[in-house]
């Protein structure tokens, strides 16, 4: 079980718009959030506690607050999902 990381790799890939250093620079931004989400289970300011749950969502949440705002038209490569066939 993935729990979900595959739409987060799908998503720095698009972030990145196909290129593999700012893939990886994408993977480090949703794995810090991962790790934020982890790190601080339950948060508590003052009279508010807020939910592990909440904690949970943000990294999901954050993504798509991500690439609904912040990435522009990102055109896939041409031949993404076409099989490859080995010439003679």
């Known amino acids: ?14 972030f990145a718009k196909w290129r593999p250093w700012q893939a990886m ?3 480090l931004l949703f794995g810090l ?13 003052g ?6 749950q ?5 990294p999901y949440i954050l993504t798509v607050v991500i690439l609904a705002g912040f990435v522009g038209k990102a055109v896939p490569p041409r031949a993404g999902g076409e099989p490859y066939v080995k010439e003679r």
């Open 33 to 45: 959030l991962q790790a934020v989400a982890l790190r601080f289970q339950n948060i508590e300011l």
């Open 54 to 58: 909440a904690m949970d969502a943000l």
């Open 25 to 27: 620079g994408a993977c």
């Open 1 to 14: 079980m993935t729990a979900g990381r595959g739409f987060i790799a799908l998503a720095a890939l698009i």
């Open 47 to 52: 009279s508010l506690t807020i939910p592990v």
